[in-house]
């Protein structure tokens, strides 16, 4: 009977609407029953009333029906519903979505607007709107992220997650596509506890942002190096283990040659995520930190200690001298004391501005990669117009350096084989006093500076070159050895990957890195103080820039080496003709000055940058 009854309720609705129209045209809202009576085959009014809309009328969303008559009579043009009169946020993120690009409305995710439950961050809910239209092979299903969510893990990575519920973007190959694939892995990787209650470990992150793809992502160049999707896939992120894995050893060598399309399969054995401090897993990397960290902490702590001493010396010296002045008793006629002498020739000064443009260019270029964490780095990689300029610029300033090594070599060649005005054959050539090379004598040097720098003697003097001249040269070929080979792999990964495992890489990128340091920091610091900081030379000694050299002052420093030339009946051989130009010195000694601001300047944000924590 009651069915029956029901049958004649829309007539009843109807014959109501037709006697009352006034009700409806005084916008009064139209009862949710009123509707069901002619839609309650379109929808169900218990599962209307359970969904999120169920506290609403239907006119809360068809707001064009304001007239009951006219609309059974079909005299109002029903419209498609406006989502965004309530949910506003939304709207605004699908408004500007790869989505609404291409046309894609609320109704053709959101089908069960009727029936909608609150979906309480149930990402299969979400998972399963999406695969709809997407992922119809279940590549994403099959996935270790699709099986956790399958399986109800909530924190593992679903649709969402990657690109939003409603803000979809369009991922291209531009900055923020690129960006894109690095971007969202991190934002759950780079979460310490949610790795750690899935048991994942998050060393991925930090070994991902001390290489060189990191490092350029976290400078803000995503588009020139790959990013963790490049390697692991968007949507087909499986175990290691498993023979289908884009990082399974059988598989690797592929994934690779889409950026190094020369990639071998001893190319392939690089360590992606490789921990120069996990011993256990990467003993070779781990030794080669631990050499490297401690040639850098001998190296410094020697040399700096050296300076502070010398420093303290030389200060105590000069008040010494003085005073003397101030009293009459020091100083004593010295013959043409200021009379210029040839201490280095032109090819000798052309090196040098080599050694220095060169130098400031792997600095300015190389430095903000290793402490990419800082503003300043930043603020410079930006100025060089990208990290792509920067490689370019770093690129020439290293064929710079091979040009001058290649000199250097040449002349001591020249300088053991060849050359006629030094006496001796090359044994004695390289351990003469012309030499650069160590020779016994040094030690004694080394002895008898110490003496003085605690007031135990007098101030030593030297031959033509000094210990710590010779370090700094000698030191040029150890750093071309360890900063130009491990530069050259670097450049030319592919060529080498033919020969070299891939770890070999791995071991370069260390002592690169590490020796990088240890030379910036040492001519920073150490070279710069002996050769332009310390009292007696401050604010800068001009020789290498001219050549010249006084007399006086080569007394004061090398009297071994005049003496020599005395006995030699040489000296004169060296006396200049003429001093060097004003114009030639006021650009030169511009140069000079430009150079020492700049090294200075990269000293004390390197120091800053180590303060904080930074550099990798």
């Known amino acids: 009977?009651?069915?029956?009854?029901?049958?004649?309720?829309?007539?009843?609705?109807?014959?109501?609407?037709?006697?009352?129209?006034?009700?409806?045209?005084?916008?009064?809202?139209?009862?949710?029953?009123?509707?069901?009576?002619?839609?309650?085959?379109?929808?169900?009014?218990?599962?209307?009333?359970?969904?999120?809309?169920?506290?609403?009328?239907c006119t809360s969303c068809h707001v064009d029906i304001t007239d009951l008559a006219k609309h059974m009579r079909k005299e109002?043009?029903?419209?498609?519903?406006?989502?965004?009169?309530?949910h506003k946020k939304q709207n605004a993120e699908h408004y500007s979505s790869i989505h609404a690009e291409k046309g894609v409305t609320c109704a053709e995710c959101h089908t069960d607007i009727h029936t909608h439950k609150y979906w309480k961050n149930d990402k299969r809910i979400a998972v399963a709107t999406c695969i709809k239209c997407h992922d119809k092979e279940a590549?994403?299903?099959?996935?270790?992220?699709?099986?956790?969510?399958?399986?109800?893990?909530?924190?593992?990575?679903?649709?969402?997650?990657?690109?939003?519920?409603?803000?979809?973007?369009?991922?291209?190959?531009?900055?923020?596509?690129?960006?894109?694939?690095?971007?969202?892995?991190?934002?759950?990787?780079?979460?310490?506890?949610?790795?750690?209650?899935?048991?994942?470990?998050?060393?991925?992150v930090k070994s991902y942002m001390e290489s060189y793809h990191g490092k350029n992502y976290r400078l803000g160049f995503p588009e020139k190096v790959a990013g963790c999707a490049d390697c692991h896939t968007a949507h087909s992120v499986l175990p290691k283990s498993d023979p289908l894995s884009s990082v399974n050893p059988a598989n690797v060598v592929k994934q690779c040659a889409q950026c190094h399309s020369k990639a071998t399969p001893l190319f392939a054995q690089f360590y992606a995520h490789g921990e120069m401090t996990d011993r256990k897993n990467y003993p070779i990397l781990f030794y080669t930190f631990v050499a490297m960290t401690g040639l850098l902490v001998s190296t410094f702590g020697v040399f700096w200690i050296h300076t502070?001493?010398?420093?303290?010396?030389?200060?105590?010296?000069?008040?010494?001298?003085?005073?003397?002045?101030?009293?009459?008793?020091?100083?004593h006629v010295i013959p043409d004391a200021h009379k210029q002498?040839?201490?280095?020739?032109?090819?000798?000064?052309?090196?040098?501005?080599?050694?220095?443009?060169?130098?400031l260019l792997l600095s300015l270029t190389g430095l903000?990669?290793?402490?990419?964490?800082?503003?300043?780095?930043?603020?410079?990689?930006?100025?060089?117009?990208?990290?792509?300029?920067?490689?370019?610029?770093?690129?020439?300033?290293?064929?710079?350096?091979f040009v001058y090594f290649g000199s250097a070599l040449a002349m001591s060649i020249n300088f053991l084989f060849i050359r006629k005005d030094i006496k001796g054959n090359w044994i004695q050539r390289l351990f003469g006093p012309d030499s650069?090379?160590?020779?016994?004598?040094?030690?004694?040097?080394?002895?008898?500076?110490?003496?003085?720098?605690?007031?135990?003697?007098?101030?030593?003097?030297?031959?033509?070159?000094?210990?710590?001249?010779?370090?700094?040269?000698?030191?040029?070929?150890?750093?071309?050895?360890?900063?130009?080979?491990?530069?050259?792999?670097?450049?030319?990964?592919?060529?080498?990957?033919?020969?070299?495992?891939?770890?070999?890489?791995?071991?370069?990128?260390?002592?690169?890195?590490?020796?990088?340091?240890?030379?910036?920091?040492?001519?920073?610091?150490?070279?710069?103080?002996?050769?332009?900081?310390r009292p007696e030379k401050f604010p800068m000694d001009f020789v290498i820039f001219n050549g010249q050299i006084g007399k006086e002052e080569m007394l004061?420093?090398?009297?071994?080496?005049?003496?020599?030339?005395?006995?030699?009946?040489?000296?004169?051989?060296?006396?200049?003709?003429?001093?060097?130009?004003?114009?030639?010195?006021?650009?030169?000694?511009?140069?000079?000055?430009?150079?020492?601001?700049?090294?200075?300047?990269?000293?004390?944000?390197?120091i800053v940058a180590i303060m904080g924590g930074g550099g990798h």
């Open 76 to 86: 109002i043009k029903v419209q498609k519903v406006q989502c965004e009169r309530c």
């Open 556 to 606: 004061d420093e090398r009297g071994d080496q005049w003496k020599r030339y005395e006995e030699e009946g040489i000296t004169e051989q060296f006396a200049c003709k003429k001093t060097s130009g004003v114009v030639y010195d006021f650009l030169v000694k511009g140069f000079g000055f430009t150079a020492l601001f700049i090294g200075i300047s990269l000293l004390l944000l390197m």
């Open 368 to 401: 903000p990669l290793k402490f990419n964490t800082q503003a300043w780095a930043h603020t410079l990689m930006n100025l060089y117009g990208g990290a792509a300029n920067a490689a370019i610029l770093h690129r020439i300033g290293a064929a710079i350096t």
């Open 436 to 533: 650069l090379c160590f020779n016994l004598r040094d030690i004694k040097d080394v002895y008898n500076m110490v003496r003085w720098f605690f007031f135990k003697g007098s101030k030593p003097t030297f031959e033509r070159w000094t210990y710590w001249e010779k370090f700094d040269f000698v030191a040029v070929f150890w750093g071309m050895f360890a900063i130009g080979g491990s530069g050259l792999m670097l450049w030319f990964p592919e060529f080498f990957g033919m020969f070299l495992p891939g770890w070999a890489f791995n071991i370069a990128t260390i002592v690169h890195s590490d020796e990088a340091l240890l030379a910036t920091g040492f001519i920073f610091s150490v070279h710069f103080f002996n050769t332009h900081g």
């Open 341 to 359: 002498y040839r201490r280095f020739n032109r090819l000798h000064i052309f090196l040098h501005l080599l050694v220095i443009t060169s130098f």
């Open 139 to 204: 590549i994403y299903q099959k996935s270790i992220h699709g099986k956790g969510v399958a399986a109800g893990n909530m924190d593992s990575a679903a649709c969402e997650d990657c690109h939003n519920l409603h803000a979809i973007q369009k991922v291209g190959k531009d900055h923020n596509g690129r960006e894109f694939h690095t971007k969202v892995c991190l934002k759950c990787h780079s979460d310490e506890k949610m790795m750690a209650r899935n048991n994942v470990t998050n060393v991925a």
């Open 1 to 57: 009977m009651l069915s029956k009854l029901c049958r004649f309720i829309p007539f009843l609705l109807l014959f109501v609407a037709i006697a009352f129209p006034a009700a409806a045209e005084q916008g009064m809202a139209i009862d949710p029953a009123t509707c069901l009576g002619c839609h309650s085959n379109k929808m169900s009014a218990h599962d209307f009333a359970a969904s999120v809309h169920g506290k609403n009328a």
């Open 308 to 331: 502070l001493l010398w420093m303290f010396r030389g200060f105590v010296e000069n008040r010494e001298k003085a005073d003397s002045l101030a009293a009459g008793t020091h100083h």
